[in-house]
């Protein structure tokens, strides 16, 4: 993918949503944010469930103000309009997931002891903004 110098500084700059103009908006419903500044004014596009939302409304947002030349997440490579429903189900399945060991993590066992698959630190941990919880996969 070829990328102009600014492009690619953007592209550098991607925060830990993982999307260009997108942010934690400090809810538990709609976790993530779309907004970007263009000449001093702050443009806020909503919030949605999912990063990937955000991402979408951000880049229909700054098109709409900025014109054609803006950059996108879709011009950055980000993401690509075939790929939202599969990101958006593994979204919704890491959910569950985190549900799940929420569960497990306050059922006690036979012991008194918190189960060891609730303890178990595997290769990635999550947070889970919605429940202020982290967990583990």
């Known amino acids: 993918m070829n990328l102009t ?6 592209l550098n700059r991607i925060g830990i ?8 908006s400090g809810q538990a419903k709609k976790p993530w944010l779309a ?11 909503g919030c949605y469930e999912s990063a990937r939302e955000a991402a979408i409304a951000y880049d229909n947002l700054v098109i709409k103000v900025v014109g054609d ?11 690509e309009e075939n790929e939202i429903e599969k ?7 890491l959910e569950i997931a985190g549900e799940f060991i929420l569960y497990l993590d306050k ?3 036979k012991t008194g002891k918190f189960l060891e698959f609730s303890k178990a630190k595997l290769r990635k941990k ?3 903004k919605k429940y202020g919880k982290s967990f583990y996969i």
């Open 69 to 79: 030349k803006a950059i996108t997440n879709k011009k950055l490579g980000l993401f």
């Open 35 to 45: 907004e970007f500044t263009h000449k001093g004014k702050t443009y806020y596009g």
């Open 5 to 10: 110098s600014s492009e690619q500084k953007a």
């Open 107 to 109: 059922r006690k066992s």
């Open 126 to 128: 999550y947070h889970l």
């Open 17 to 24: 949503a993982g999307f260009r103009g997108v942010r934690a």
């Open 87 to 93: 990101t958006d189900l593994s979204d919704y399945l």
